[in-house]
């Protein structure tokens, strides 16, 4: 079946095309089902997918190390999962276009729960180091699939005039996972005097996490889907495996402007090893490191909120908003990193190793760790903002899940290989200040490469033509043979 075939069909049945007096309208169904089938329940089923693994690992990551004293394993543990994401992400979307974002989702989620057990078992076995590096590496290739699948639902199921808000609602789901995460390893360790977590906090995590892989099952099936004002989601299409291979490329090709956000995903997960392993973990006590936790994943659902509040204000026009979501970034990186160097400049790697003492650990009840951890809650709000934003201007661009699913494959797969050289720079013992300001840089590059596409691209509308539905059917179908619009009426629905 060629693209033209698809596209008649989805234009019958009202999933993918407009028709000449506006989009089709259908009406949403009521009761349970119509709570069921409502696109906001669904994005809270997707945070809580979200919450369950990648939460969880987040609430185990931001403890610096995995929770452990060494950070080397976690650090290359890091970097081998960041380098197979980088890789599976690339093609994720095409993926996830074939098998469904639900199976997408199951299969993506499973990773996390082997990874968190590999920290129970080197906990158990010192010698598992081996083994927490390749759950690493597996779990790379899972979070490659649950993150694009997760990306083009959340764009999707939202109005244009909507999507910071869901963005919001995700984020918020999402980190309530590293809040709860912290939470149990905070009431866990309160009085651990070994500076790492116990197996108790790794059997909770590895609990929560299986609960989490049945969560997809739960999910509505995307093609049953009708947005809160009666147009039905767009059709994920399922051609040929060589159709989904080209269109990475054919995104580039219909939106090559995208290549300008490239550094803004390149730098998004790179200021984790800095303000996890670098600052978190060198400076402070466990108990201190797992309060710290807590409160930037609580700051993350304020960020995300507040950015996708500012971000969706019907009064103001799309491209507007968008100068002002790129503000905000703008003050809060120079804010976050001039404050921070103040502390940075103040300690080495050389300094650290000599502090192996507990009592050399700054800890809550030090008057240092005042000013210390409002610096990591305005971390974390920075964190969710710069992710929110991210993802809202790639919504901005484009009503497509099946573009949207390539996009945000791209979006991690440089995510990832950011965070693979960054992870692996810190196992061999990169200089604190030279990361620091890596971070900083990097965070301001992204922002200035952003800038010129926001003007270029985002519009105060998505348009049909936006979309890439055209130039793959060119890629499907013979040059010879152009494609004629008129529709056979034994075609008509």
């Known amino acids: 079946m060629s693209m033209s075939d698809h596209s008649e069909k989805d234009a019958a049945s009202g999933s993918g095309a407009d028709s000449l007096d506006g989009p089709m309208l259908y009406e949403r169904p009521t009761g349970l089902k119509g709570l069921y089938y409502h696109p906001v329940v669904q994005v809270f089923f997707l945070g809580f997918v979200c919450f369950m693994g990648p939460g969880l690992f987040n609430a185990l990551n931001g403890l610096g190390g995995g929770g452990q004293v060494d950070s080397t394993t976690s650090a290359?543990?890091?970097s081998a999962l960041y380098a197979t994401f980088a890789f599976t992400a690339f093609f994720a979307g095409s993926i996830n276009n074939v098998l469904g974002p639900r199976l997408t989702l199951l299969l993506g989620s499973s990773g996390y729960a082997l990874y968190i057990g590999s920290y129970l078992a080197i906990n158990i076995h010192q010698n598992a180091g081996g083994f927490v590096i390749a759950?690493?590496?597996v779990l790379g290739v899972c979070a490659g699939l649950l993150w694009t699948a997760q990306g083009s639902l959340m764009l999707a199921y939202p109005t244009e005039d909507q999507k910071g808000m869901f963005i919001g609602i995700f984020w918020s789901v999402f980190n309530l996972g590293g809040v709860v995460g912290a939470s149990v390893s905070l009431g866990q360790n309160f009085n651990s005097q070994s500076n790492a977590v116990g197996n108790g906090t790794y059997i909770g995590f590895l609990i929560l996490t299986l609960i989490g892989v049945l969560i997809p099952l739960l999910m509505a099936n995307p093609n049953k889907m009708i947005r809160s004002d009666g147009t039905r989601v767009m059709t994920l299409r399922h051609p040929s495996w060589k159709t989904e291979f080209w269109g990475l490329w054919?995104?580039?090709?219909?939106?090559?402007?995208?290549?300008?956000?490239?550094?803004m995903f390149f730098a998004s997960n790179w200021f984790y090893t800095w303000q996890f392993n670098d600052y978190n973990l060198a400076l402070f006590t466990i108990r201190a490191r797992a309060l710290n936790n807590l409160v930037y994943w609580m700051a993350q659902i304020v960020g995300s909120v507040s950015i996708g509040f500012l971000l969706d204000q019907k009064g103001l026009t799309r491209r507007f908003r968008a100068y002002m979501g790129w503000t905000v970034l703008f003050c809060m990186v120079f804010v976050v990193h001039i404050w921070a160097y103040f502390y940075q400049k103040h300690y080495t790697r050389e300094t650290i190793a000599q502090e192996t003492a507990d009592d050399t650990k700054i800890d809550i009840y030090d008057k240092p760790y005042v000013g210390r951890i409002w610096l990591y809650i305005f971390c974390g709000m920075l964190d969710a903002m710069w992710q929110t934003t991210a993802y809202w201007i790639m919504g901005a661009?484009?009503?497509d899940p099946a573009k949207l699913a390539n996009l945000t494959g791209f979006y991690k797969s440089l995510q990832s290989a950011g965070a693979a050289g960054?992870?692996?720079?810190?196992?061999v013992g990169i200089a604190y200040m030279n990361i620091f300001i890596s971070?900083?840089?990097?965070?301001?590059?992204?922002?200035?490469?952003?800038?010129?596409?926001?003007?270029?691209?985002v519009k105060d509308h998505t348009d049909p033509s936006d979309e890439i539905d055209g130039i793959l059917a060119e890629i499907e179908s013979p040059p010879s043979q152009p494609q004629i619009p008129t529709e056979k009426p034994e075609d008509s629905a």
Do not use: E, H, K, Q
């Open 250 to 263: 054919v995104t580039l090709r219909s939106d090559p402007l995208v290549v300008m956000l490239f550094p």
């Open 135 to 137: 759950a690493g590496a």
């Open 76 to 78: 290359n543990s890091n």
């Open 397 to 399: 661009m484009s009503n």
């Open 422 to 427: 960054i992870w692996r720079a810190d196992a």
């Open 439 to 457: 971070t900083w840089a990097l965070l301001v590059g992204g922002l200035i490469f952003t800038l010129p596409m926001i003007y270029m691209r």
